[in-house]
């Protein structure tokens, strides 16, 4: 799914892909160089706090789609309505958003 735009915003790079195991990890999302500013930043536990859906996207409510909401794990969960294996293995949505 191509990104968004937004306006004002010419990004210097486009990541094509991202990758996560169902373990302890963190997304930092920075804008600038030397010294960039940290926009937002997602800390997750690999399953204590966080879902750990194993095959399966994970989705944000959207009660949570902030900077300081999206650190709590108990705003997301394991998308269950996703609309079948998408490569024999996993279930998700690609380049469509999870259903609510």
């Known amino acids: 799914m191509p990104p968004q735009a937004v306006p004002g915003i010419e990004p210097h790079y486009v990541y094509s892909g991202l990758t996560f195991g169902n373990m ?19 800390v997750y536990d690999g399953g204590v706090l966080f879902p750990s859906p194993t095959g399966r996207s994970m989705t944000l409510d959207a009660g949570h ?3 300081m909401s999206n ?10 309505n996703c609309r079948g294996q998408y490569d024999g293995l996993n279930y998700g949505t690609p380049a469509a958003a999870n259903p609510l």
């Open 65 to 67: 789609a902030d900077a």
């Open 71 to 80: 650190n709590d794990g108990t705003g997301c969960c394991s998308a269950r």
């Open 24 to 42: 302890a990890d963190a997304l930092i999302l920075e804008c600038g160089g030397p010294s960039p500013v940290e926009i937002d930043r997602v």
